[in-house]
């Protein structure tokens, strides 16, 4: 299992468009990649559940992969992270 921490630098934190574009961006993957915000976590390929955790600017996340292909998908989320959020 490998895992980050980002705090959301995006103004707007993560509505609908960029939770579209992590959950696409997950199901690039086998691992299982998971978003956790205090005591909350959702799967990351579910954007509805990305969406209702209402993550705004400023909130730390956590996101977590495990799988056969951890290392690339943890590589890649914190990329698309640091890009888009």
Do not use: C, W
């Amino acid at each position: 299992m490998k895992s980050f921490i980002y705090t959301i630098k995006d103004e707007v934190g993560i509505h609908a468009r960029p939770a579209g574009l992590l959950a696409k961006k997950a199901k690039e993957f086998d691992s299982v990649i998971t978003v956790t915000k205090d005591d909350k976590t959702v799967i990351a390929t579910k954007l509805m559940a990305i969406m209702s955790m209402g993550i705004k600017q400023g909130d730390t996340v956590t996101v977590t992969a495990e799988g056969t292909d951890e290392s690339d998908a943890i590589k890649a989320m914190e990329k698309f992270f640091a890009d888009n959020l």
